[in-house]
């Protein structure tokens, strides 16, 4: 086991590269510019990565992948500042890591993105002002997202991405520049008591998705449909609370989705 602590690195290819190793602890670290501020590696698990600010990578901020060897698990990346990165954090082929309390602001794509992720949980991270969007799950499974925040994101607040077997709840996705939620090819998730409010275009967005189950989310004040289901079958939306938008539920090229309250 081992540490850095309260150490300024800026401007080299990675302000900290860690492959291989475990336990390892990085907190109040000032990591600047360069392609990554950190890069771990391969089988790299159980690392606390907290309190630390991340700013002007032209890559990634954090960035967490398997190097398509074994998962990368285990970590706790926590209470971390994230801005005026590429993306603030990636988490690539990750299993069963921590994702909490950090902030994702101004990066120049997305704040935090899960990228082939499994068993991993996001937890009350805010990210706003980001580019392309506050949260991606892609080809992620067996998430738990919660208590997040999406604010003032460019395009979207949340997207998955061939997402699935995932809960995503007690979320909050507003005033962003197109869709609060955007599900593109995802399946068997459920979206739960989430807070969906003020997006320029619309709330929620299923394209090509099935099994997914909506249920106790509220959606309101949206300049356009404030849940969309284009090209689903088989979806639930129950007792979801949907006031002051354009239009509240369309439905186009569809099947077997049940509405109910």
């Known amino acids: 086991k081992g540490f850095i602590s309260s150490a300024t690195l800026r401007d080299g290819f990675a302000g900290i590269w860690v492959e291989e190793a475990d336990g390892l602890s990085f907190r109040y670290n000032n990591l600047a510019g360069g392609q990554y501020g950190m890069y771990l590696r391969g089988d790299t698990d159980n690392h606390a990565i907290e309190r630390n600010n991340v700013f002007g990578a032209a890559v990634y901020g954090i960035r967490l992948t398997d190097n398509g060897g074994p998962a990368a698990s285990g970590s706790t990346i926590a209470s971390n500042l994230f801005y005026s990165n590429l993306i603030g954090l990636v988490e690539q082929g990750g299993r069963t890591n ?22 991993s949980l996001v937890e009350s991270n805010t990210a706003e002002k980001n580019r392309y969007g506050g949260f991606i799950a892609e080809e992620s499974s067996s998430m738990t997202v919660r208590t997040n925040a999406a604010r003032y994101n460019v395009l979207y607040g949340y997207v ?49 998705g099935a099994y997914n189950h909506l249920q106790a989310n509220t959606a309101d004040s949206h300049g356009n449909n404030v849940i969309i289901l284009l090209d689903t079958s088989s979806n639930t939306l129950l007792a979801n609370t949907v006031y002051g938008n354009f239009d509240g539920l369309y439905v186009a090229q569809s099947s077997y989705n049940y509405l109910g309250s």
Request: charged letters at 15%.
């Open 98 to 119: 921590q994702i909490r309390l950090n902030t994702a602001n101004a990066n120049r794509q997305y704040g935090i993105y899960n990228y082939r992720s499994q068993d």
């Open 160 to 208: 998955l991405n061939k997402a699935t077997g995932s809960l995503w709840t007690s979320n909050t996705s507003e005033r962003n520049g197109l869709w609060g939620v955007y599900s593109l090819d995802s399946s068997s998730n459920v979206l739960q008591a989430n807070v969906i409010s003020s997006n320029t275009d619309s709330g929620i967005w299923l394209l090509r």
